[in-house]
């Protein structure tokens, strides 16, 4: 048990003074907060640097915590002043991020969710949690896309990122083309192109080798997926639309598709 009385405590540098990007590039560190998440945090793989918990929830806790993990104790108001605005959930906590996986790490799979260029955090947040709560197997990012361990993909995602396979892809392309060609998985682009087939009528089909495995590719919120994407896909599924309704958001689409594949 560490006391903390002063927010300048150089001790709680990971919680104040650094945004995700420091964080993460800094001390390979992510944070996140409020008892959901960070019970899914201690439940999980991950490994759990630090807590930060109010003085009068402590007790609570207790039982809670592993042995040996660093504990920072401090006054509610205290807490509010980390988090930057009158905090009322009573924990954070620090946790170590995973190390780089390959694409395998996520094999084998019955249902992936592919995402080349998602950027908002709230929606990536949404898509974990609806492929955690639909019984998909992982999640396939490409780098340039939100990272998935920002304190606010964590919160949206009510925890569900810590029971996720998540990799994040330097070569997207080239893993797609393995899962397809190598691993006989069925590449399905969630596109409105007129040629695509309607969900409703779309059965999971078997793969070269029998494999009935399917990698679900969405595009992002603005502009859908792009041309190269739908084109390394074997097949193109879309949700139609009433007149005068452009496309839903991407992660209620994501929810749909995921309840349709079944896991």
Known sequence: MNPISDVDDARLRPYTALKDRQ???ELGLFVCEGEHTVRRLLASKYRVDSLLIAEHRLASWA????GGTTIYVAPNDLLSQVVGFSFHLGVLACGVRPDE??????LPARTLVVLPEIRNAENLGLIIRAAHGLGADGLLLSDIGCDPFTRRV???SMGSVFGLSIVRSRALAD???YLRDTQGMVLVAATLDED???LATFERPAGPAGSRGVALVLGNEPDGLERCW???CDH????PMSAGVDSLNVAVAAGIFLNHFGG
């Open 23 to 25: 964080l993460a590039a």
């Open 63 to 66: 039982d809670e915590v592993p």
């Open 101 to 106: 996986l390959a694409v395998d790490a996520l």
């Open 154 to 156: 964590i919160r949206v």
């Open 175 to 177: 893993d797609l083309k």
């Open 196 to 198: 695509s087939q309607a």
């Open 230 to 232: 739908v084109d390394l």
């Open 236 to 239: 193109k599924v879309m949700i």
